[in-house]
């Protein structure tokens, strides 16, 4: 592929034939239309001087955080110290597994080795399971399992269903990442594209996870395990 990048941007000093290309741009000074694409392209600078702190700001990179209006803080220091070892982090990890699983092939054998990797205890299929999409409204409190805890509702099966665009991980993500599985263990249908699907999808939840963690899970005093797992 390079060859042929390099065939084509040339930079040989004999004029060619005037004349017309077959996409009917005519050539100039005998050489085609166009040209290459600068190899070290260069981009402006950017201009900064309306990106300020607002006055409620956290900055513990400026003097420590010592001149906002935070009180001090174990982060004062520039560096986050997480509460707790994100159990989130095993779960990035058993995504990566199944990718090198699938980069070293895709016969059913090694999606059954993905499978299991993504079957863990506590693992992706466990949060999977239940993911929310805090795009969409949460579901009513009001209609709400009392014995099921508030980031769990989706565990339920009647609110799932209810709310399905709420319940994403459940509802949409999980009948993709099943199936193609589920394919890719009988030898049904293309393996790569089987395995393009259990990479998106798992993409997919963990782009809901870290949204989900930051902003719904994590403020809860006594959930800070979830901002470990968002950071």
Known sequence: M???????????????TAGSDSDGSESTNGTTAGGCADEDPTSAPLDESACQAD?????????????????????????????EQPSAAARTEAFEEIMVIFNA???PTDFTAARDQYSLP????????????????NIPESEQDAGVEFDKQCTVLELREQYPDRCAGPMKIQP???QAFDDGQN?????MVNAAKVEGAITWFLYLSV?????????????????????
């Not at 390079?2 to 060619?16: F, I, K, N, P, W």
């Not at 955080?65 to 174990?74: G, L, N, R, T």
């Open 2 to 16: 390079c060859a042929l990048v390099l065939a084509a941007c040339g930079d040989s000093d004999t004029d060619t």
């Open 187 to 191: 030898g049904v249908g293309d393996p």
């Open 55 to 83: 006055a409620n700001d956290y900055m513990p990179t400026v003097n420590g955080s010592a001149d906002d209006v935070w009180p001090a803080c174990e982060n004062d220091d520039g560096t986050y110290h997480p509460f």
């Open 211 to 231: 949204i989900k963690e930051a902003t719904f899970s994590c403020p809860p005093a006594d959930y800070s395990g979830d901002c470990d797992a968002a950071w």
């Open 176 to 178: 993709i990442i099943n």
């Open 122 to 137: 506590q693992g992706l299929e466990s949060r999977l399971s239940r993911r929310e999409d805090v795009h969409y409204p």
């Open 105 to 107: 092939g895709l016969t």
